[in-house]
C-alpha cells in the first residue's frame, strides 16, 4: 500500500476501485463524503498559532511533530489506514492546495511516514484529461514537497 496526498478539491479525481482517500484535517466540507482520520489532523492551537503568528513554519513543524506525530506510532497508523482502506493505496486529504508549494500538514505526514520507512511518495495528481479530450488511462505524477 502506498500513501499519498492531496487536497480535497481534486478528491473526484481518484478512482474508488484503486484509492481510499481519507481526510486527515480538523473538518470535512459538507459537500465531501470520505473517511476520515483525525489523529494525523493539526491541534487547533497550533493551526491558530500559526495563523495569528506570521505563519511561523519552524514553530508549526516543531509543535506538530512533538504534540501529534511523536504522540502516535507510525506503525499502528499504517495498519489503521490500510484497515480503512481495505489495503488500497491511500491518498491522505486536507485543505490546502499545492501552489508554490504552499506549506501544509499532509507533507509533513508524508516526511514523516518515509522517516519510518513507509512507502509515502508524495502529492499525487492525476491528469484525466489530455487536449482537452478525456483519456481513459490517467498519467500519475507524484511531487515530493518537504518543508
Not at 470520505?34 to 493539526?42: D, V
Not at 513507509?118 to 515530493?144: F, S
Amino acid at each position: 500500500m502506498k500513501i499519498y496526498t492531496s487536497y480535497f478539491a481534486k478528491t473526484y479525481q481518484f478512482p474508488d476501485d484503486k484509492y481510499t482517500c481519507i481526510a486527515i484535517s480538523v473538518g470535512v466540507p459538507k459537500a465531501i463524503n470520505i473517511k476520515s482520520y483525525k489523529k494525523l489532523a493539526p491541534l487547533w492551537d497550533i493551526a491558530q498559532e500559526y495563523k495569528n503568528n506570521g505563519g511561523d513554519i519552524e514553530r508549526y513543524k516543531s509543535r506538530y511533530y512533538n504534540e501529534v506525530l511523536n504522540q502516535l506510532d507510525a506503525d499502528d497508523v499504517v495498519k489503521e489506514l490500510a484497515s480503512i482502506s481495505q489495503d488500497k493505496d491511500v491518498v491522505l486529504i486536507c485543505y490546502e492546495g499545492i501552489k508554490n508549494n504552499d506549506f501544509c500538514h499532509r507533507h509533513l505526514v508524508s516526511q514523516w511516514l518515509r522517516e519510518n520507512g513507509y512507502d509515502a511518495p508524495g502529492e499525487l495528481i492525476l491528469n484525466y484529461y489530455k487536449n482537452n479530450k478525456k483519456i481513459l488511462n490517467p498519467v500519475k505524477e507524484i511531487t515530493r514537497i518537504e518543508f
